[in-house]
């Protein structure tokens, strides 16, 4: 018997000793960015052909994860039963702080109610980013100098080379507060685009009337899965346009 409890507790400090390399300082970073991630966003963004795996096997990304988690770098939440999500522990935000000037504060606990927008948002930076978009900053960020803002976005790209804010739209506001985003985006200053991201028209299509003279803001809906960019269609002053053609040669 002592040598099981030597392998447990042997394993035990194996566990929690973590060799951190520059690839873990990214992933702490955009947790920190997004909040938190399912499994299957962190493998899609960092090592995608873990995907590819049957169910039953778990690759390498999967157990440094594990490790990870067990070292206290970072921890997991409870999401829709059985799933967890992945957040920032504080001994993780730590070695951020060690590495990095100046960064967002660290996410104590999670908001249950927005997790599903939040994670959506997350699915829209890295699918942007793979087809070309760059230079992500997140409403996080947004935040720490929302004073200075007219409306703080969920999310901000360079897509192919215009300056766009992203938004997820999952539920209807009041006819009001979409007179005051109205306001806000067709103003002259803002960036090039304001992509709205819908599952349900009936969420943009008071926004979509308001604005349907205004070039800046664009409305796609989204399906369970994300169409190439040539195919993934929206519409811009009541006109169909992919959003291939609104990062080439929009004006």
Known sequence: MEGVYFLAWWGKIFMSQVELHEQDLILFQILLEQQCLTLQQLLSRFAPDELKLPPQKKGAMYHRLYRMVKAGFLKQMPYRGKSKVYLLAEKGWKELDKNLQDHLPCIQ?????????????????????????????????????????????DGAIVWGKKDCFIEVELSQKSKARYDEIAQTYTADKGPDYVLYFYRDEKTISYLREQTKHHSRLVFFPLDDEFAPPGDWKGWRKNQLISLLELGENCS
């Open 109 to 153: 606990d999670l908001d249950m109610s927005t997790i599903e927008h939040d994670l959506l948002c997350a699915s829209l930076r890295f699918y942007l980013e793979q087809h070309g978009g760059s230079e992500w900053n997140a409403d996080r960020e947004f935040r720490q100098v929302s004073e200075k803002l007219p409306r703080v976005p």
